[in-house]
């Protein structure tokens, strides 16, 4: 059984479809590596010239069935555009939100990158019945340099609603930066603001010793969090883990993820 | 005469030193009073010129025109030197700062588009973006904001398309109409009684714009073009909209706020829909150029609705070393406005008045007319005047401004006013000026603060004092010294501004220390540590110290980082919690 504190009650579909490694470093809300799962969040980096790839993750936060989030995406190049498929779902047999995504990108110069993507919203309860809705985010990732990027993004900005409450999906503009100060070393700060509630802020840090491993930590301020995990990387996959402890409720929860990139 | 005039500057100077130190300038649009508003399109297109150009050329002098701070003498060589005379140009100061400042690093190729991201930490956050594309044929422009607790993610939202086909200009999506002098559609913000006023109310409206700025009430939205007749050229727009406003009275009002936060504020989102219609025919003559305007609207409400024409006649006319200009317009609801004046220059020696006249509850369809009161419903009359001459090293300026209210009701609100200006500027040497400002003003005030309405009847002076050392390009220093008083005998306002300004290759800080003690209702204003495309001031209410720096990190050729850090303790003696400020911007260019 979960109790849940009536003001801090989020509504449908806040919980955020980011990759284990994502979660790791920080919970930075774009995409780290191509070919990862951090299409979903971050459709950018599907728009550079890359091969099939294949990417799932699956999670229980703080261990609970209850509240299980699974995630897959699917993508690589169609003549000069990226573009993918995502999947995931949220919840247990009673309550569950699926997430269906239609992800585009395009690289312009090698200086911009710019994804969008169409996402419909599923909300089933047992016995209520389901409501859909149709939403959408865009992102732009530019190159500030050779070591830095920016990227900003904005989720749901046509306003979509669900259900005869007509209850709204959430809105979110995220800003963020990442910078690659040596190469073995890879930062990052980010500014996640839903319109609902206070700005998060977002610290990270990935260090990959060798070409196969990497560990990632990083703090997460509003909700209190401590992040860490890793990455190894065998053959064409590479298997993820994110570790997050949260400070305030002091409970950990953590996510594994693994994906594949087919080889030309 | 000249040595009357010398010993005098040399008196104020003297005077000067008593209020000490050093320090530095800055960019051109600080000269403003920060307690006035300064077009937000003016920034955009500062921006945009930095960002889209490498260089004075026909293209960025097009965009150069566009800035609403500029004189008639500047626009004109702007337009001279895009048929190839540079000379005017040249001996412009002011458009020579404009030039150097921006575009004074080293020259990249020519960019496409631009585009800004900004978030700026208040009571809460706001967010801005602004993006321009030129994609040779057409530009493609637009604008996006959320305001502090705004639930909405893209509340406020301005997009525009421009193109030219056979001789015409059009601009589609959300545009603004900048005809004659402003008594029927200009700019969402008016001239206001300052230093060089009568050069901004004798400069001629250049028609249609595209909407810059966040004003979220005051574009038209629709169709607007130019087309060159057989006799002059017609300006004509259409739009419809929802937008904020009042209709009460047989009058309507723009919303100036733009804030979707409370529940009446949601509610009223868009209450007025607006059909708008409005022509403007102008043609050069031999001696200037006259215009004609003819323009109706009819807003609705659920309650209410109503129509308005407005008619004006404009002209712009050179007699002599006199050059003259006047509109007169009439409107459906029986009201009139005049205004007019002129402005003699003979050397350095520059001479401007500016009369006005306008009716108690007059309204056109997007009028912002010289006016020194905002209350409309009282009407106005009155005349400015200016002297600016210089004299060796020294510039001297004066303005006064002799204003009435027409209707006169029971209340504080005095029925006369009068604001005198006096500035004096001298150049040391390439590195250190000093400017002293005197401004006195009489006149019941019209804002209110957080508690209670504010409304003063004794005149107030304000003295401020600004001594700049510039000791490069990429140093410079400045103090000011402010002091502020009712002469009702009550203790003054004082403050004292210091700034420092270091570049490096990539990198550049600015840093801002205020202190001010204040006494009362006479608040100190400052401009405010501000980046890129604001220009925000820092409103001192009580006395408190107040620690502010921009930081900017150019990452590359094409783009830029900057980050304002601010703290203000609200208390003398520091014994209080500081408020923290910060805003982040990125701009980028492809």
Redesign the interface.
């Known amino acids: 059984m979960v109790f849940f504190c009536p003001n801090s009650l989020e509504s449908a579909f806040e919980s955020e479809k980011i990759s284990p490694l994502q979660n790791a470093a920080g919970a930075f809300p774009f995409s780290l590596y191509a070919n990862s799962l951090g299409a979903i969040s971050d459709p950018t980096i599907i728009s550079n010239n890359q091969s099939l790839f294949s990417a799932g993750s699956h999670h229980r936060k703080f261990g609970l069935k209850s509240l299980t989030q699974s995630c897959f995406v699917i993508g690589g190049t169609f003549h000069q555009y990226g573009v993918g498929l995502g999947l995931s779902r949220f919840g247990n047999p009673n309550y569950s939100e699926t997430q269906v995504s239609i992800l585009g990108g395009k690289n312009y110069k090698e200086l911009v990158q710019i994804g969008i993507s169409l996402n419909m919203y599923q909300l089933s309860i047992t016995n209520y019945g389901q409501a859909v809705a149709i939403g959408s985010r865009v992102t732009i990732r530019y190159a500030m340099g050779s070591n830095v990027e920016s990227i900003i993004s904005l989720l749901n900005v046509n306003r979509p609603v669900l259900g005869q409450s007509r209850e709204k999906l959430p809105q979110v503009i995220a800003t963020g930066f990442l910078a690659k100060p040596h190469d073995q070393i890879r930062g990052q700060v980010s500014l996640v603001q839903d319109t609902e509630f206070p700005i998060s802020v977002r610290l990270g840090l990935i260090y990959q010793p060798f070409n196969q491993i990497a560990i990632a930590v990083g703090k997460v301020h509003q909700p209190n969090i401590f992040t860490t995990g890793g990455y190894i990387h065998w053959k064409n996959f590479r298997i993820e883990i994110g570790y997050l402890s949260h400070a305030n409720l002091g409970l950990s929860t953590y996510q594994t993820g693994i994906s594949y990139t087919r080889i030309p | 005469m000249q040595t009357l005039a010398s010993a005098l500057i040399k008196l104020v100077l003297v005077t000067l030193v008593f209020h000490d130190t050093t320090l530095g300038q800055y960019d051109i649009i600080e000269n403003f009073d920060p307690e006035k508003e300064l077009p937000e399109s003016d920034l955009l297109l500062l921006n945009n010129l930095k960002f889209l150009h490498n260089s004075l050329t026909p293209e960025s002098a097009t965009l150069l025109t566009q800035l609403s701070f500029l004189s008639a003498e500047e626009t004109l060589a702007l337009e001279e030197f895009k048929n190839g005379k540079l000379g005017n140009v040249d001996n412009s100061p002011r458009l020579k700062i404009l030039t150097v400042h921006l575009w004074s690093d080293v020259a990249i190729s020519k960019t496409k588009g631009t585009?800004l991201?900004r978030?700026n930490r208040t009571d809460g956050?706001q967010?801005k973006w602004f993006g321009t594309v030129d994609f040779g044929q057409f530009t493609v422009g637009g604008l996006g904001e959320?305001d502090p607790q705004?639930?909405?993610?893209?509340d406020y939202h301005s997009l525009f398309l421009k193109t030219k086909f056979q001789n015409f200009d059009y601009t589609i999506g959300n545009y603004q109409m900048l005809l004659g002098h402003g008594l029927v559609s200009w700019r969402s913000i008016p001239v206001k009684s300052d230093f060089g006023t009568t050069n901004s109310a004798l400069r001629r409206g250049r028609g249609i714009q595209p909407f810059r700025s966040g004003h979220e009430s005051w574009a038209y939205q629709g169709l607007g073009w130019t087309q060159p007749l057989r006799q002059g050229i017609l300006t004509a727009g259409i739009s419809y909209r929802n937008l904020d406003g009042s209709l009460e009275r047989k009058k309507f009002k723009t919303s100036n706020s733009g804030l979707h936060v409370s529940k009446s504020q949601i509610e009223n989102r868009g209450n007025i829909s607006e059909t708008v219609g409005i022509a403007d025919w102008g043609r050069e003559t031999q001696h200037g150029h006259v215009g004609f305007i003819l323009g109706g609207a009819a807003w609705n409400n659920d309650k209410d609705n109503l129509t308005n024409l407005a008619t004006s006649v404009y002209g712009n006319y050179q007699v002599s070393n006199w050059q003259l200009f006047s509109e007169l317009a009439y409107t459906s609801q029986n009201k009139n406005a005049i205004v007019g004046g002129g402005k003699l220059k003979h050397k350095s020696f520059h001479y401007g008045f500016v009369l006005r006249k306008i009716d108690p509850d007059y309204f056109a369809l997007r009028d912002n007319v010289f006016r020194n009161w905002n209350n409309q419903e009282l009407g106005e009359m009155g005349v400015l005047q200016e002297i600016r001459f210089r004299l060796h090293q020294t510039m001297v300026n004066i303005y006064s401004d002799l204003f009435s209210r027409i209707r006169k009701i029971e209340g504080e609100f005095q029925k006369y006013g009068h604001e005198t200006g006096i500035n004096i500027e001298h150049r040391f040497n390439t590195k250190l000026r000093i400017q002293s400002k005197l401004k006195i003003q009489e006149s019941s005030s019209e804002h209110y603060d957080y508690t209670e309405y504010q409304s003063s009847a004794f005149p107030v002076s304000t003295f401020k004092t600004t001594i700049k050392w510039t000791q490069s390009k990429r140093q410079s220093y400045q103090c000011q010294i402010q002091e502020k008083h009712n002469q009702d005998g009550n203790p003054s306002s004082w403050g004292i501004q210091f700034r420092g300004k270091h570049l490096w290759d990539r990198w550049g800080i600015n840093i801002y220390w205020v202190t001010a003690r204040i006494d009362e209702k006479n608040w100190l204003y400052y401009w405010d540590v501000n980046l890129p495309g604001e220009m925000k001031s820092k409103v001192f209410t009580q006395s408190g110290h107040y620690l502010g720096s921009s930081i900017y990190y150019h990452?590359?050729d094409?783009?830029e980082?900057h980050l304002r850090l601010s703290t203000a303790w609200n208390s003398w003696n520091f014994d209080i919690v500081p408020i923290f400020r910060g805003a982040?911007q990125?701009n980028?260019s492809?």
Do not use: A, G, K
């Open positions: 585009f991201h978030m956050i967010y959320r705004e639930v909405d993610i893209l990452t590359s094409y783009s980082i982040l990125i980028v492809i």
